[in-house]
């Protein structure tokens, strides 16, 4: 039995037991696919799992936290339910995991890329090792390594790292560390060549959210700092500083607690690579407290505990 015929029999057996399980389906053209709820058993059969699944459905969670929900869950994605559980922004216990192995997911700004105009997609389809589609009666084909987004490229935890019921049998992980060679290689440069990347890059930015809206980690929309009035934190002036501003206080705000499962970057309608912000601060995160958001369950987040002295802080300078 395949991955995808074992996680429907999962949640066809569990379905009844629980208000919803949220899954992926086909969405508007071949290359998308789209969250799916299922509430009914009919609806199982349109779950797909592959490498279009890229959603991280746990940024669901915490808005239904009050149901007894059933996700299906990549690595990535399972770091985030192991984090919104420490952090008391669900109850694990509503919580049904389906985890499986993941081989990547499909970056389909690398596809572009690669296959030219993708607009009118007929079909697509995954077989073995290359990605073949049909757009306007062409057939165009890729290998999936060139088109696998960069997170999945340096992932370490291809299996659900927690789970309830898991579809598969597990992956061997690409990487067994993590250097943070591509931060290490920017922090390199010069001040004014990095101020000046990300200048150019923020001027892209049209304020639209997406980041934010995608991120699992991200649970105070309601009253975000961007958009509050009383107290009025940030200005909607659409001038690259305030764009800059925005998205280094986003980034503040995931420190310790960013899992990245690299939604932010994949959900930007300009391409703005923001998940290198993210990853500059796991990089202190995990230099400063030897911490990893989501992989350990157990686990403190750094900034939601308190010690006088910090091994690998020198405050007094001593």
């Known amino acids: 039995m395949n991955v995808l015929s074992q996680l429907k029999e999962q949640i066809a057996a569990t ?70 559980a420490r952090e008391g922004l669900i109850k694990r216990e509503n919580v049904v995991v389906f985890g499986f192995p993941c081989d990547g997911a499909a970056d389909l700004t690398k596809v572009r890329r690669q296959l030219g ?10 077989e073995g090792d290359l990605l073949r589609v049909v757009v306007d009666g062409k057939e165009r084909e890729t290998p999936l390594k060139d088109v696998l987004a960069d997170k999945c490229l340096r992932c370490r935890y291809p299996n659900a790292l927690t789970h309830d019921h898991f579809a598969g049998e597990p992956r061997e992980a690409r990487v067994q560390t993590d250097d943070y060679k591509d931060v290490v290689d920017f922090e390199a440069l010069p001040l004014e060549a990095r101020f000046a990347h990300w200048q150019q890059e923020m001027q892209r930015c049209i304020r639209c959210y997406a980041c934010r809206n995608a991120c699992p980690m991200c649970v105070c929309r309601d009253h975000c700092v961007a958009q509050s009035r009383d107290p009025h934190w940030v200005t909607q002036e659409d001038e690259t500083r305030e764009k800059w501003m925005f998205q280094i ?4 705000h995931l420190a310790g607690r960013c899992v ?34 989501g992989v350990d369950p157990q686990a403190v987040p750094p900034l939601l505990s308190f010690q006088v002295e910090e091994k690998n802080i020198n405050e007094r300078g001593w």
């Open 260 to 293: 990245e499962c690299g939604e932010c970057q994949r959900a930007c309608p300009v391409d703005i690579p923001i998940l290198a912000l993210k990853r500059k601060l796991n990089k202190e995160i995990r230099e400063l407290f030897d911490f990893e958001a």
């Open 117 to 126: 105009d993708i607009s009118g997609v007929q079909s697509a389809a995954l």
């Open 249 to 252: 206080i986003h980034a503040m």
């Open 15 to 84: 379905l009844p037991n629980l208000d919803l399980v949220i899954g992926w389906e086909r969405g508007f053209d071949p290359l998308h696919h789209t969250p799916l709820f299922m509430r009914r058993p009919e609806d199982v059969e349109r779950l797909v799992i592959d490498a279009l699944c890229v959603h991280n459905l746990a940024v669901y969670l915490p808005g239904l936290k009050n149901k007894k929900v059933g996700v299906a869950v990549k690595g990535c994605d399972s770091r985030a339910v192991n984090q919104l």
